[in-house]
């Protein structure tokens, strides 16, 4: 078979071919000064932290396992916990109260959000601890028969249990809005479908919403939760035994502020770092379901012809 070639036209290039071009790659100037501003400002850090002599890291070396550190940063970290379930279990509480079709229980909920959100961690912490100037005595009253049980408030109202009901109570006001939107995110009808089906609404809410809304509760729950961990550090003004009340302790004999801050901020650092490690294995557990979806989605697919 004949193949003809139609001329080129006259005054009209021919494209010049892959092989001929030349890839010139970009220059990014002002990239490379900024790294170079950065890395200088890195290195005068660095020396400032290595050579400055009043950092006295010796005395951080000293300080980093001491008893009393290591007490108060088991407080620390119980403490964390324990406010972290209660605010947990009253935000779920308050967050389905806030649902309700029924007045009658949202508007308190909202306006349980409204104060508790709204008002300072410090303000509660000292407001609970100073209970006892609004009531010396916490009694069990009962209408018809009077007082069963009176005790004075400063003997229930330690500066730890005043620290755990101002914790729970400040936190609880952030995972209400946190489990209310989680639980929003859900689509409706899959809530009506199992309704449908005949299931109870405890357990479509325990089978089919809860499991789809920890996606989107969980995320912002880990932060809440770190920042709840460097929270705990005000408890230190109403004299509970936390982290920074014992590296205060430590110092207000020897002097030694500035060492004992740093091993106060490095527990700190330890602490958080662990808790976000977790915070991503929960997050990636709690999208598996995703994930595999995703990936099924993405998988080739071969299509055999009919015989």
């Known amino acids: 078979m004949n193949t003809m070639i139609a001329p080129s036209q006259p005054g009209v290039q021919d494209a010049p071919s892959a092989a001929s071009l030349k890839v010139v790659p970009l220059r990014h100037r002002w990239r490379w000064i900024a790294v170079g501003l950065v890395a200088c400002l890195l290195l005068l850090l660095l020396?400032?932290?290595?050579?400055?002599?009043?950092?006295?890291w010796p005395v951080v070396a000293k300080y980093?396992?001491?008893?009393?550190?290591?007490?108060?940063?088991?407080?620390?970290?119980?403490?964390?916990?324990?406010?972290?379930?209660?605010?947990?279990?009253?935000?779920?509480?308050?967050?389905?109260?806030?649902?309700?079709?029924?007045?009658?229980?949202?508007?308190?909920?909202a306006a349980f959000i409204w104060w508790f959100?709204?008002?300072?961690?410090?303000?509660?912490?000292?407001?609970?601890?100073?209970?006892?100037?609004?009531?010396?005595?916490?009694?069990?009253?009962?209408?018809?028969?009077?007082?069963?049980?009176?005790?004075?408030?400063?003997?229930?109202?330690?500066?730890?249990?005043?620290?755990?009901?101002?914790?729970?109570?400040?936190?609880?006001?952030?995972?209400?809005?946190?489990?209310?939107?989680?639980?929003k995110s859900v689509n409706r009808g899959q809530t009506e479908a199992a309704l449908c089906l005949g299931m109870k609404p405890s357990l479509v809410l325990r089978r089919i919403?809860?499991?789809?809304?920890m996606r989107v509760i969980i995320p912002p729950t880990?932060?809440?939760?770190?920042?709840?961990?460097?929270?705990?550090?005000?408890?230190?003004?109403?004299?509970?035994?936390?982290l920074l009340y014992s590296a205060q302790a430590i110092y207000a004999r020897t002097f030694e502020t500035i060492p004992l801050l740093l091993v106060v901020t490095f527990?700190?650092?330890?602490?958080?770092?662990?808790?976000?490690?977790?915070?991503?294995?929960l997050e990636r557990y709690f999208s598996r379901d995703e994930t595999v979806s995703v990936g099924?989605?993405?998988a080739p697919t071969k299509l055999g012809r009919a015989k």
Do not use: C
Request: charged content about 10%; overall charge positive; glycine content about 6%.
């Open 47 to 56: 020396q400032a932290v290595v050579d400055n002599p009043n950092l006295e």
């Open 64 to 109: 980093l396992t001491h008893p009393m550190i290591m007490s108060g940063l088991r407080l620390t970290v119980v403490l964390t916990v324990v406010v972290m379930i209660l605010a947990s279990i009253m935000g779920m509480a308050v967050a389905l109260m806030m649902l309700s079709p029924s007045k009658l229980l949202s508007t308190p909920a």
């Open 117 to 183: 959100r709204g008002s300072p961690a410090l303000v509660q912490l000292i407001f609970w601890y100073s209970l006892a100037l609004l009531f010396p005595n916490l009694a069990l009253w009962i209408p018809g028969v009077g007082a069963i049980v009176s005790v004075p408030t400063n003997v229930v109202m330690t500066p730890l249990t005043a620290a755990v009901i101002a914790l729970s109570l400040h936190e609880a006001g952030y995972m209400a809005e946190i489990i209310r939107n989680g639980l």
């Open 209 to 213: 919403v809860i499991p789809q809304a």
């Open 222 to 242: 880990g932060n809440e939760a770190i920042s709840l961990l460097k929270t705990t550090s005000l408890v230190s003004t109403i004299a509970v035994g936390d």
């Open 267 to 281: 527990w700190y650092l330890v602490v958080v770092s662990v808790m976000t490690v977790g915070q991503g294995y």
């Open 296 to 298: 099924k989605r993405r």
